[in-house]
């Protein structure tokens, strides 16, 4: 290569550094239930004004990765542009006796056993193309379980950052404490994402962490 290529290609290199633009790709998983889809919804709405998708007591209401691109946090002079990814929860088991529990007939849950199922992949592959994970767990639930342990072990594996929100602190049984005890190497911010309690301090770790 020439010495003028050369210099053409150190001052394009140079450019793209100064006028890179911050974006992260950020994916929000989780067990079902765990209120992926209501942190996404709250923050799509506070900062955009829009909603991602609907949520349900039902389990695996979200059953195909839903993305919203261009969602701009700013917290405490920190600043960064996210395209937030909403996942189906992760399971290591689906049964569709659970849907019936929860009023389905039978054809209807055994059709969302095998949605939520292909939604499972679907969101394992997405770790493959994201910068980073809010992992969303139920505080009131045992953390140790396979899905968390699985999604934390990904990241670290490939050098990611990894935000835990300890959702669903306005319930009495809440133990964020439990889960800070559980993973003491990745920051957690104790939230509700249906009420909205905490949720300046978790825009600003967001802002922090993926920015």
């Not at 290529?5 to 989780?30: P, T």
């Not at 829009?50 to 979200?62: K, N």
């Not at 909403?86 to 049964?95: E, W, Y």
């Not at 379980?145 to 990241?155: L, R, S, W």
Request: hydrophobic share 40%; no cysteine.
């Amino acid at each position: 290569m020439g010495l003028i290529k050369k210099v053409k290609k150190n001052l394009s290199s140079v450019f793209k550094g100064i006028f890179k633009k911050k974006v992260a790709r950020i994916g929000i998983y989780g067990p079902p239930n765990a209120g992926k889809t209501t942190l996404a919804n709250r923050i799509i709405r506070d900062w955009t004004g829009d909603a991602m998708g609907a949520v349900s007591e039902i389990p695996h209401e979200t059953r195909r990765a839903r993305r919203r691109e261009g969602v701009t946090i700013e917290s405490n002079g920190s600043k960064v542009t996210l395209d937030i990814v909403d996942t189906p929860g992760l399971a290591t088991k689906i049964d569709f006796h659970e849907f019936m529990a929860h009023g389905l007939e039978e054809e209807e849950a055994k059709r969302r056993a095998k949605e939520a199922t292909e939604g499972i992949i679907e969101a394992v592959k997405w770790l493959e193309d994201l910068d980073g994970v809010i992992l969303v767990m139920d505080a009131t639930e045992d953390p140790f379980t396979q899905v968390n342990v699985t999604v934390i072990g990904n990241m670290e594996a490939r050098s990611l950052p990894l935000l835990i929100a300890a959702n669903k602190i306005d319930l009495p049984e809440s133990s964020p404490a439990r889960i800070r005890s559980a993973f003491p190497q990745h920051p957690m911010v104790p939230i509700s994402a249906l009420e909205g309690q905490n949720i300046d301090t978790l825009y600003e770790e967001i802002a922090n962490h993926f920015g």
